[in-house]
Each structure stands twice: as C-alpha cells, then as structure tokens.
C-alpha cells in the first residue's frame, strides 16, 4: 500500500486548498479513503471520508461547509477541497486506508 499525498502549503487565511492523495498497491475502488489531520501536541483529527463509491461522505464539524472530499476511481486519487481555510486548519494533512498513512503533507494558514 502506498499513499502519496500532494497540494499543501501556504495560504492566507479566508483561502482556498486542493490537497490530492494518489493511492497505489490494493483495489483502491474497495475501501473507503479519510484525510486526517495532526498538529503537534494535539490529538490527531478525523477530518473527512468518503466511501468507496464516492456517494457516502462524512466530516468533523470543525470542517463542514468549508472542506469538501470526493474521489476519482479512475485515477486512484482522493481529493481535499479546503476553503475559506482558518490559522486553526493548519496541521499536516494525511491521507489514509485503515492503519496505513501516506506522508503527509503540510497546510500553513497564515498572514
């Protein structure tokens, strides 16, 4: 199993990010895909997941109405529309399938 996550970085806050996480190594159109999120000290985050259709999705309420997750089965990819990002987003952004977890990649709201 492999999970590559991309599309972190710097934003203001009130922006908008488009993490991506591209799956390889199982039948990715099998499993449900969630996107945690962990700040150092703090507990980790369940911020969203989608199941493996793509038509059952849930969030963490910090996030609903802001964040959005969807899924290409074609591509093997899951997706994190964040918007109207806020300095308390900032974390490091995982992608994950059950116990296993890409590398994370790192949101920063800031001005």
């Known amino acids: 199993v492999q999970l590559v996550e991309s599309g972190g970085g710097l934003v203001q806050p009130g922006g908008s990010l488009r993490l991506s996480c591209v799956a390889s190594?199982?039948?990715?159109?099998?499993?449900?895909m969630s996107w945690l999120r962990q700040v150092p000290g703090k507990e980790r985050e369940r911020v969203a997941a989608i199941g493996s259709a793509g038509g059952t999705t849930n969030y963490a309420d910090s996030v609903k109405g802001r964040f959005t997750i969807s899924r290409d089965n074609a591509k093997n990819t899951v997706y994190l529309q964040m918007n109207s990002l806020k300095p308390e987003d900032t974390a490091v952004y995982y992608c994950?399938?059950?116990?296993?977890w890409g590398q994370g990649t790192q949101v920063t709201v800031s001005s």
């Open positions: 994950t399938r059950g116990n296993y």
């Open positions: 190594g199982f039948p990715f159109s099998s499993y449900t």
